[in-house]
């Protein structure tokens, strides 16, 4: 197994080393003749001509009531860009191992050849009667929202892309705690969202649920304001122009210097070095930083805390508060499943947020959310989801 520090060539050495990290397994046995006619032919032909005439019973007869299909195109994948099916191929692998390893769940990865928001819901849709959940991965925005948006209404089995609400329930639940911590009212924090990806869109809209009423959103541009045209001169439109009329109610503009001017709380979801500890001590007392960029944060802790702030959150394992939605997906899912649920809603995910942070009993500056490895984690996480 490649170490910790291990190089590039040494972990796909050991990528080459292990082959698959997961596998199917079978859950009855194949002893003799009487097996393979219950469990195969002839004996399948009568689960088969019942399942024809009720599909409702696949949950109880089938691999459907403890699978999920993890979906992507590799057009977002982790900080690499657009890089393809073969590129997204580990990812979605390593989340199907996490889903087995942490709770249990068969997930499986299905990486696409597709690109347009209709072929890769088409596809999705085609797959469906196989799984009891879809979690959508890396799949870049703004098509990513048209897709999920598209599922959400087509199916009638859980649909969640993790990138957003996975990463906005994981930060719901870090701020829950940070503001405890600074001794400020969730409601009344001033956040700063940089970056108006799928996972600064969905946060900002969580946030708003829990009752955040002041958020400003930047993207390459700047910050996002109800007039403001784009690149082209134009008139926001979209999810952009959703976000102008929702957030930023004191119409900041300029860049994220600007928007940090008295914020509370900044919530990176952009990219490396975009922050300096000038930038963070423009920010009010009892600073919040969340810098999640991996693997190079918008600023590193040091520097932040240089600049004035109290409570820093990374997306990475070597620094205190590590912000992964590895802590959230299979907990919802798993709760999902269990419970027969069709539809993750944002109750679901506030719930979710909630009982996260619940875990932490004393919140303090390095210690706002719980490990990764904490094994209370995905039952307090399933058993939120209704």
Known sequence: MASKKAGSRDIVAAYKKQGARIETKARVKLGGKEDFSL???????????????????????SVK???????SDGSAVLGLGNIGPYGALPVMEGKAL????????DAWPIVLDVHEPEEIIAVAKAIAPAFGGINLEDIAAPKCFAVERALIEALDIPVMHDDQHGTAIVVLAGLLNAAKVVKKPLAKL????????AAGVATAGLLAKAGVRDIVLLDRQGTIYAGRKDATGKSLAGVKAELAAHTNPRKVAGGLRDALTGADALIGVSGPGLATAADIARM????????LANPIPEIFPDE???????????????FPNQI?????FPGIFRGALDKG???ITDKTKLAAAKALAALVAKPSADKIIPDLLDPRVVNAVANSVR
Do not use: C, Q
Request: avoid cysteine; aromatic fraction near 6%.
């Open 39 to 61: 469990w195969y032919t002839p004996g399948v032909g009568a689960a088969s001509s019942h399942l024809a005439k009720h599909p409702e019973d696949a949950r109880r007869m």
């Open 98 to 105: 996490i889903f087995r390893e942490k709770a249990g769940v």
């Open 341 to 343: 649920v069709r539809k």
């Open 284 to 291: 009010a007392p009892g600073a919040i930083v969340f810098a």
């Open 324 to 328: 992964n939605n590895a802590l959230v």
């Open 190 to 197: 001033r956040v700063v969202v940089s970056g108006a990806g």
């Open 304 to 318: 932040a805390k240089r600049g004035g702030a109290v409570v820093v959150a990374t997306g990475r394992s070597d």
């Open 65 to 71: 009531k403890n699978s999920v299909a993890v979906i």
